[in-house]
């Protein structure tokens, strides 16, 4: 992400400014090309052949390089040179000059000649910090555009404790790199995701269950990722594992279980995909000790689960888009259109048991997807799970705000 990214660091004189060489560091092992420009009172607190050693480039700090030689250090150039100007740590003295327009040193010209983003991470004792004064100016400079690293709170190096510490080099590296994130189309998205089978236990070791993997609504939680969502997978027992930082997986055996972890996640989705394949009924008596062989036959009662797609997709509010799937041994088209009324979704995705390599357990699969709004049917031919799952992805993209 920050692969070749032009980045300034400005470094101010504080105590903080050794943090300044962990984040110069974390910045050049991300790939990024960093130069450093330092006020020449950073230089008290850290030299520059530390930060010109880590950053791989000469610090600067003068507007002459080499005056004999009439060469200088273009402020205007470096200020158009950079993607993103990070100054940090930023003092009270530094961003009181970046607020008023004052520009005496190099920084400060940079400053203003820059057009990329800037960040300001500022770093002063308690009292400084919080001085009218100084809220005034970070107030002003937000105003102007830049983007403000709150100080954070801990032991000072006065010895007081407050607000005041510089952000922590990681926290401004993860800040760095969530501005750079490409603009994905389901950035900022929240999808609830329901996988797998699930479980109805008769007795304490058997239950009621069907074939189904999980390895479809996985390959969407994957995908949608990819495409910038995050995802909340309430998935039954299956023998898949999910590591991907933007996936919560919420692990559940029952249909009641997933019904209820869906409604926590509902509210707050923008788009839920119903891929779990819920048991429709479930033994109304649970046992809970072993049921004992015997010579007479078993009856078993059973009742209906609730249907947690339906449930949640009558319910839904404007911005949410709902998407089912229907597995089918007969009249496909007919019982998926009557399902995607009956459960008021969006989009539904239907796979046919008489289509060879598809459905459960499989690792392929070959759906036809079709839209509410328009009742239009598209139809993909045998394909990957993870390729299908890209399609599928697609097609909500392209009719989430149709
Ligand atoms: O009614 P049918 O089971 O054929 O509908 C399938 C769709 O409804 C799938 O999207 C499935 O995940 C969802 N469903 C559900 N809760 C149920 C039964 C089905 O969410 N109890």
């Keep these: ?43 008290q607190f850290i030299t520059p052949l530390t930060l010109a050693t880590l950053s791989k480039n000469e610090v600067l700090s003068e507007f002459t390089a080499n005056a004999e030689q009439g060469v200088w250090n273009n402020h205007v150039a470096l200020g158009l040179w950079a993607d993103l100007i990070l100054v940090a740590p930023a003092s009270a003295h530094t961003l009181a000059r970046f607020s008023q327009g004052i520009c005496n040193d190099l920084l400060t010209a940079v400053y203003l000649s820059a057009r990329c983003p800037i960040m300001l991470a500022p770093a002063m004792d308690l009292d400084m910090y919080l001085h009218p004064s100084t809220q005034a100016n970070l107030q002003k400079l937000r105003d102007y555009g830049n983007i403000i690293i709150d100080a954070a709170s801990g032991e000072l190096a006065s010895g007081l404790s407050g607000v005041g510490r510089m ?21 900022q998205k929240r ?45 039954g027992p299956t023998h898949l594992t999910m590591e991907n930082d933007k ?28 891929a779990a394949a819920v048991s429709d009924y479930t033994p109304v008596k649970k046992h809970t000790k072993k049921i004992k062989k015997s010579t007479e036959d078993l009856h078993l009662e059973l009742s209906k689960t609730p249907d947690i797609a339906k449930s949640l997709s009558t319910r839904k509010g404007k911005h949410q888009f709902t998407v089912g799937f229907a597995l089918e041994t007969h009249d496909e088209e007919k019982n998926a259109n009557k ?29 036809k997807v079709i ?19 890209k399609d599928i992805v697609q097609l909500i993209i392209d009719n989430y705000h149709a």
């Excluded at 400005?10 to 050049?28: E, T």
């Design 339 to 367: 399902k995607i009324r009956e459960k008021n979704l969006d989009m539904i995705v239907l796979n046919s048991l008489n289509d060879q390599g598809a459905g459960f357990g499989y690792d392929t699969n070959k759906v």
């Design 1 to 43: 992400m920050l692969k070749s990214k032009k980045i300034i660091i400005g470094i101010c004189g504080s105590i903080a400014a050794y943090k300044a060489a962990f984040l110069v560091r974390l910045l050049v092992k991300e790939g990024a090309e960093v130069r450093v420009i330092m006020t020449s009172s950073a230089k």
């Design 191 to 235: 999808v609830l995701l329901t996988a797998g089978p699930t479980q109805e236990a008769i007795d304490p070791v058997r239950f009621i269950s069907n074939a189904s993997s999980g390895k479809m609504g996985y390959a969407l939680a994957h995908t949608l990722t990819e495409y910038g969502a995050t995802v909340y997978l309430i998935s």
């Design 167 to 187: 952000a922590e080099p990681e926290d401004i590296l993860q800040k760095l790199k969530h501005y750079f994130l490409p603009d994905l189309p389901l950035k």
């Design 247 to 274: 996936v919560t997986l919420i692990s559940v055996r029952s249909a009641q279980e997933m019904f209820e972890a869906a409604e926590q996640y509902f509210e707050t989705c923008d788009i839920a995909i119903f």
């Design 371 to 389: 839209l509410a709004h328009s009742a239009e049917i598209k139809t993909f031919p045998l394909k990957s799970k993870q390729e299908v799952a």
